[in-house]
Structures are given as C-alpha cells and as structure tokens.
T-cell receptor
C-alpha cells in the first residue's frame, strides 16, 4: 500500500534563500508524482508533474526531481520570495490509481 | 486558462440533511474526481468517474455518497443524511487522462462543508 511522507512539516527561511522540500513514498512502482501548492483555506494548485520515466521537471524557479529507486522526490525552490509562503503537498497514485497524499510542508518565507 | 470551478464555496447544513456539491470540470477532460480534506488532515481520495460511471472509489465512499454527471458540463457529489464527521473541504478535480498514464490533475478551489 502506497504511503507518502513529507518532512519537515514546517519550514521557515529568509527571503532569497534556495530551499528543498522532501517527499518520500513506499511503492517504487509509482506511475508519476505531482507537487501542489495550497494557500490557507484555498484549493490545490498543481505545480509540477513528474512521470515515472522522468527524473526532473522544471517550471520557473521550481525544480522537482524523482528517484524511484530511493522512493524520494524533492521540490527545489530557488530565490524564495514571501509569495512562496504556502503549504506544499506531494501526491502519487497507488495501484488502484487513487492519489495518495503527503501531509504537506508548511513553508514560511520571511521578508 | 481553463479551470475547474466548484460551487458553493461554503455550505453550512444541519446533521441529517442532504447536500449537493457541484463542479464544472475542464471542458475537454475525460476523468473526474472528488477528494476531501478534513481540517488538519491529509487529502483523501473519494471517487473517480469516467465514461459516465464510477471507475474507482475509496472505503470512505459508502452508500451515503453518490456522484452524477447530469449533463455535459456538471459533475456533482451528493451526500445524503450528513454527519458531523462529513465536515471537510471537498475538492473536485479533472484530468485529460488517467493518473496511471500522464494524468496531471487540476483541482478546483474546493467547497467547504460544515455540518452542525
């Protein structure tokens, strides 16, 4: 059964720093992995989707990697800005094609 | 940019009442989903829908729940006889293909359900 874990649960960094958010999953046969952003009380905004055949995806200041052998994905945020403050969630489908979610990392960027 | 829209944004109901949450998926998408997030907890899968029928459902999605695509654009989640524990944010999502393949899911802003 697929399980997804995100560490740390919360992270606070000064503006301008580069940072890495971590996502671990137990089933290495994962088909893909998706990173989302969630602002308080708001919806889920898709940031990046990495297919199982890919190792990286980039969108602007965001770069996501996927290492199936180690069961890990990372989301790299370059030159962080206060507007990046949000909760970041990762999710991947299990064998029944249902998305299994991590609990998220709450990111605070201090001006 | 195409987006998934959900209504209502917030609904307050009395325990035992029926609620219907509505979603308009992205127009050319084929797969539709409902997820929920209880406050402070992980997002949970409820159901997926393809070709006018349920393709997968979780243990949460019992007889209290039903989904329907009444016309070419709307996708609804009905919760019968609501319970206190149904209070949550309900998210609708759609994808052009199944998550097994390329399946990037696009989510709406959510409908917050409060059961009193």
């Amino acid at each position: 059964k697929q399980e997804v874990t995100q560490i740390p649960a919360a992270l606070s960094v000064p503006e301008g720093e580069n940072l890495v958010l971590n996502c671990s999953f137990t089933d290495s046969a994962i088909y893909n992995l998706q990173w989302f952003r969630q602002d308080p009380g708001k919806g889920l905004t898709s940031l990046l989707l990495i297919q199982s055949s890919q190792r990286e995806q980039t969108s602007g200041r965001l770069n996501a990697s996927l290492d199936k052998s180690s069961g890990r994905s990372t989301l790299y945020i370059a030159a962080s800005q206060p507007g990046d403050s949000a909760t970041y969630l990762c999710a991947g489908p299990d064998s029944n094609y249902q998305l299994i979610w991590g609990a998220g990392t709450k990111l605070i960027i201090k001006p | 940019e195409p987006e998934v829209t959900q209504t209502p944004s917030h609904q307050v109901t009395q325990m035992g009442q029926e609620v219907i949450l509505r979603c308009v998926p992205i127009s050319n998408h084929l797969y539709f989903y409902w997820y929920r997030q209880i406050l402070g907890q992980k997002v949970e899968f409820l159901v997926s829908f393809y070709n006018n029928e349920i393709s997968e459902k979780s243990e949460i999605f019992d007889d209290q729940f039903s989904v329907e695509r009444p016309d070419g654009s709307n996708f609804t989640l009905k919760i019968r006889s609501t319970k206190l524990e149904d209070s949550a944010m309900y998210f609708c999502a759609s994808s052009g293909t199944h998550t097994r393949r390329t399946g990037e899911l696009f989510f709406g802003e959510g409908s917050r359900l409060t059961v009193l």
